[in-house]
């Protein structure tokens, strides 16, 4: 096995996270602290809340520019400078722990991974929903950004990035992974993630919602189309 030298850049969108970030630096920090990150990239599409602030106060490098998640990615991916890249949500937790199992991808292979999704809310439904989603990340290899994203930078650069665009960035990121032969794993480690819009919208209706969101994407739908359908309330 080679000697562990490979280190990752981890990229968040944010746009007015102040609520949400904090709880997820937490959870960076043992990535910090093992020197397993090199830097922190806080790509903001233009908060006016204490985003800047708490970004800062962690030395995170903060850059701005025009709201579009896919945007912010590429933004951020762009200046980034380890071997690899993390990209997570701005609410997005991972699991104690996490650093040994990323170091063990980093020394072992090659291709992409992403996280196992948990939702941060008990019950059946939340545990249902996160069970679907892992299945459709292992069977089709498509995971959304909510389960993060583990990249080798020369890899990411032959995809040519993120696509600059508000909804499906993940979708499509996941599409050029596939067309590239470049291989995709699960981390045997959770990404915790928010479950306030399920909650909010109803388990069954968000998750029709979002089957045909996707459906429509690979219809060839506009993705600023797609963001208006997503942020409207259900009737």
């Given amino acids: ?7 990752i ?44 602030q708490i970004a800062e106060a962690v030395g995170a490098v903060f ?12 933004r951020g991916c762009a200046v980034a400078k380890a071997q690899w890249l993390m990209v997570l949500h701005a609410d997005t937790h991972l699991q104690g722990g996490w650093t040994r199992v990323v170091r063990e991808h980093l020394q072992l292979r090659q291709g992409a991974a992403y996280f196992r999704l948990r939702f941060r809310a008990a019950g059946l439904l939340p545990r249902l929903f996160a069970k679907a989603a892992n299945l459709r990340a292992g069977t089709l290899g498509l995971a959304y950004g909510d389960q ?16 600059d665009q508000v909804l499906m960035e993940d979708v499509e ?3 050029r992974i596939r067309q590239a032969s470049i291989g995709l794993s699960e981390l045997s480690s959770d990404a915790l993630t928010s479950a306030e819009r399920f909650q909010k919208v109803g ?5 029709g919602r979002n089957v045909r969101l ?22």
């Avoid at 709880?23 to 204490?50: F, N």
């Fill in 203 to 207: 388990w069954w209706r968000q998750g």
């Fill in 173 to 175: 990121i996941m599409r």
């Fill in 63 to 74: 850059i701005q520019g025009p709201a579009s998640r896919g945007g912010q990615l590429r």
């Fill in 9 to 52: 850049s981890v990229v968040i969108p944010t746009l007015n996270s102040a609520t949400a970030l904090p709880e997820t630096l937490v959870c960076l920090m043992e990535g910090l602290h093992t020197g397993l990150i090199q830097e922190l990239i806080i790509s903001d599409a233009g908060s006016l809340d204490e985003t800047r």
């Fill in 1 to 7: 096995m080679k000697l562990m030298s490979e280190k």
């Fill in 148 to 163: 993060g994203l583990l990249i080798r930078q020369k890899d990411y650069q032959r995809l040519g990035g993120f696509p």
């Fill in 214 to 235: 996707l459906c429509s994407y690979f219809l060839g739908v506009n993705p600023a189309t797609l963001a208006k359908r997503y942020s409207a309330p259900c009737s």
